[in-house]
């Protein structure tokens, strides 16, 4: 009643001396601070507002709004598309505009690791419904009031009895739920959550790294087909979710290469699970039980990929036998996809730019590249992975007319092939000979052997030099002195 009170004011008191009704930038500074001192939610703030300036339906069409806004560089629009694209930029502006320092995926984060009670004092604080609603009715709730991170953190989430070092404990624990790298908690409650609000800032590169593309794709399948069976009221489906809770539209197709493109991280898919569903698939994959499961799952698929790596030269030459005693539970068929999702994931550790998103437009139904490495905006070097079973490498006619298609592809959308590259487990003469003479491309080739002498020894240096040239060299590598040389 109060906050309405003002609201009337600060619209009404302009038509007092015969100018427009309007809310003035004093005047809303002056009401976001009441607002606040009231424990009036955003949300609840705005429907206030809209009492005494309603919207008006019809005004303006979709068409005429986005125009304006596309006029004052807020946003771009793709005709051909039909899409509305946002720089990063403009949201963080939009964000600090509305108070909102974290975005709403990491905002679930920390209410995902919050106790009932703890939700509950939050929603008692504003004169939120607490009684007769879910855990999930709760932290929904809370998502879209437009609360500020901070008063949760410092005072909302809290009993009113509890003091500054228990509270200071509650944070502390709560980094540790969030595995939040942290070198060192702070000795206050603002210090500590200046830690949890900037290490999720900050958190999509590092989430990015900690998991290759090829152990994300597998999480991402596994979701899929698990989700189901893991205690899912609804009902819906696994990218069903994903498209409710990020907003995605329904005819945009998902996988992890789209979802790296809206820097959607593994973390975030691992979050839009309840407490109760990552614990269920836990439990299905039959993990340990000790630790954050999250956590837990992640580690999970990247040690898989890390044995794949470690044992890249029985993969390259198709040892089924001998993976599966190295302890790689693998499927025959997947053999040679396996392949050349290791070989992605060993150059991306390289810090190569496998352009997972440019080899998915420039594919077509018969043209399909292996691996596409982008050296600049325009320069990339194709890539093809080759697994054998028996022997040396020896089908150059095959490839190359293969490799040469690729290639004929990538210059037509206006991408210079830079180099060719060509991943076996060993190459014949005749290949060796037959690429060394070809005219038409510039071949290099690179045994599995090699590359993962080349990948150890990188992981091994304090500050290694690779550069993408040297996979331009031409003929057979030498990996030797690659390696010798970072």
């Known amino acids: 009643s109060i906050f309405r009170n003002c609201i009337e004011v600060a619209y009404k008191n302009d038509l007092q001396i015969n100018r427009q009704a309007n809310i003035s930038d004093d005047e809303r500074s002056i009401l976001n601070i009441l607002a606040h001192e009231l424990k009036i939610s955003q949300d609840e703030a705005a429907a206030i507002e809209h009492l005494s300036d309603p919207i008006k339906a019809g005004k303006e069409t979709v068409e005429a709004c986005l125009q304006t806004l596309r006029e004052m560089g807020i946003i771009f629009i793709n005709r051909r598309t039909s899409e509305v694209l946002i720089p990063d930029e403009i949201i963080l502006v939009l964000n600090e505009i509305q108070n909102k320092e974290l975005a709403d995926k990491y905002l679930l984060r920390i209410f995902r690791c919050l106790s009932d009670a703890e939700l509950s004092n939050i929603l008692k604080s504003y004169d939120k419904r607490i009684r007769g609603i879910t855990r999930a009715e709760k932290i929904n709730t809370i998502l879209h009031a437009g609360i500020s991170i901070r008063d949760i953190l410092s005072d909302d989430l809290f009993d009113k009895d509890e003091n500054q070092n228990q509270r200071k404990e509650r944070l502390k624990e709560l980094i540790n739920e969030l595995d939040i790298p942290a070198e060192r908690l702070g000795t206050t409650l603002d210090e500590r959550i200046n830690i949890i609000i900037e290490s999720l800032r900050s958190a999509t590169e590092r989430e990015f790294d900690a998991i290759s593309a090829t152990s994300y794709k597998e999480l991402f399948e596994a979701l899929e087909s698990n989700f189901n069976s893991l205690n899912n009221e609804s009902n819906e489906t696994f990218i069903e979710r994903l498209r409710r809770e990020f907003e995605l539209e329904d005819n945009e197709e998902l996988d992890t290469e789209r979802l790296r493109a809206l820097s959607i991280t593994p973390h975030d898919i691992l979050y839009l699970l309840s407490n109760e569903e990552i614990k269920n698939l836990r439990d299905s994959m039959k993990l340990s039980k000790k630790g954050n499961p999250r956590v837990v799952i992640l580690e999970a698929f990247a040690s898989a990929n890390d044995k794949l790596i470690e044992n890249f030269g029985l993969l390259s030459r198709r040892d089924l036998a001998g993976l599966r005693a190295a302890g790689v539970e693998i499927n025959e068929s997947e053999l040679g996809s396996k392949f050349e999702e290791t070989i992605k994931a060993i150059l991306e550790s390289l810090e190569l730019n496998v352009n997972e998103e440019l080899r998915k437009s420039l594919n077509t139904a018969k043209d399909k590249a292996d691996i596409l490495i982008s050296l600049s905006e325009d320069d990339v ?106």
């Open 381 to 486: 070097i194709v890539g093809e992975a080759k697994s054998f079973k028996n022997g040396d490498y020896a089908k150059y006619s095959t490839t190359s007319r293969q490799v040469k298609a690729y290639a004929n592809r990538c210059e037509k959308e206006g991408k210079r092939v830079a180099q060719v590259l060509i991943i076996a487990p060993s190459f014949s003469a005749d290949f060796i000979e037959s690429a060394a003479m070809d005219t038409d491309i510039n071949i290099s080739l690179l045994t599995a052997d090699g590359l993962k002498l080349i990948y150890d020894t990188y992981k091994t240096k304090r500050k290694p030099n690779f550069s993408a040239k040297l996979l331009t060299k031409g003929g057979l590598l030498k990996a030797e002195l690659i390696a010798k040389n970072l």
